[in-house]
């Protein structure tokens, strides 16, 4: 006998909200990511500003860096985003693999949350100590900003880990059952 909640097409609630989510912000990640591409082609980023980062603490000089990589970096955010939606409807039609598509790309975008609110928090202590010489009011924001990227990490990453517990639980599992043996 099971105990979880069905909805009214017979897939459970969990299920439900999850695949609509993957497949919401797909398409929130995919008009980013052609956003992305379309300014990388009609609007050249100059080279000027690289060459004055010489002086700029590291975490700044590798973000420079990294819009070298704009086109590239966009093209795969429409990729992701087209796995994300097709992962997504999947999902809401009680695919097994789609299981394991969507537990795959939320263990990256942890990673990826985990290593971008690192990398932002040091950019900020790094930006902090360049202007402690200076302390003036706007010493002030320094804490906000650290304080701000802690609050962002665990904003995005708590309900991740909820996703890949839910995913992996009997309920979700159970209801992927039926359409295993039928498949």
Excluded: C, H, N
Aim: hydrophobic share 60%; charged share 10%; glycine share 8%.
């Amino acid at each position: 006998m099971t105990t979880y909640v069905r909805t009214v097409q017979g897939r459970p609630t969990s299920i439900t909200v999850i695949g609509w989510l993957f497949i919401g912000f797909g398409v929130l990640a995919m008009l980013g990511g052609v956003f992305g591409a379309i300014m990388s082609f009609l609007i050249p980023f100059p080279d000027e500003p690289a060459a004055k980062m010489v002086d700029a603490p590291l975490p700044f000089r590798l973000m420079s860096r990294l819009f070298d990589y704009f086109a590239l970096l966009a093209g795969i955010q429409i990729v992701v985003a087209t796995a994300m939606i097709w992962s997504g409807a999947a999902f809401l039609r009680l695919r097994p693999w789609a299981r394991t598509v969507i537990e795959g790309l939320t263990w990256i975008a942890l990673v990826y949350d985990l290593a971008f609110g690192a990398f932002w928090i040091w950019a900020v202590a790094a930006m902090w100590s360049e202007s402690a010489p200076a302390a003036d009011e706007t010493t002030i924001f320094f804490p906000l900003f650290i304080s701000f990227g802690a609050l962002m990490i665990a904003a995005f990453a708590v309900p991740m880990i909820v996703i890949i517990r839910v995913i992996r639980s009997r309920t979700v599992r159970a209801a992927l059952a039926p359409a295993q043996s039928g498949a």
